[in-house]
């Protein structure tokens, strides 16, 4: 995401407050689970309705994020790590 992208989530999250867009992240969320459900079942354009649904749901993170203080980005990137390294080690493994 761009630095103007971060800047306007940011003020979309101090406009609307916590509370109230944890409610809109959880409806973008089933959003895009049912936007995943369309493609898998190869709904005619799926796809397009797909990356609106996940751009809506990246928005909706890149607020929480913005609304953190620096001692939870930096659990937060520390996390995304963890979960990254997890799933390669699986890979290496074989995992599926």
């Keep these: 995401m761009t630095n103007m992208q971060k800047k306007k989530c940011e003020q979309i999250m101090a406009h609307y407050g916590r509370g109230n867009q944890l409610d809109i992240l959880q409806e973008e969320c089933a959003e895009v689970i049912q936007a995943v459900s369309k493609v898998r079942r190869g709904t005619q354009g799926a796809d397009e309705h797909f990356l609106d ?3 809506d749901v ?3 993170v890149e607020e929480f ?3 953190m203080d ?3 980005k930096t659990d937060y990137y520390k996390k995304i790590n963890a979960k990254l390294d997890r799933q390669l080690d ?3 493994k074989g995992a599926f």
């Design 90 to 92: 699986r890979i290496a």
């Design 58 to 60: 990246s928005i909706m």
């Design 70 to 72: 620096d001692d939870e």
């Design 65 to 67: 994020v913005s609304d």
């Design 53 to 55: 649904e996940l751009a």
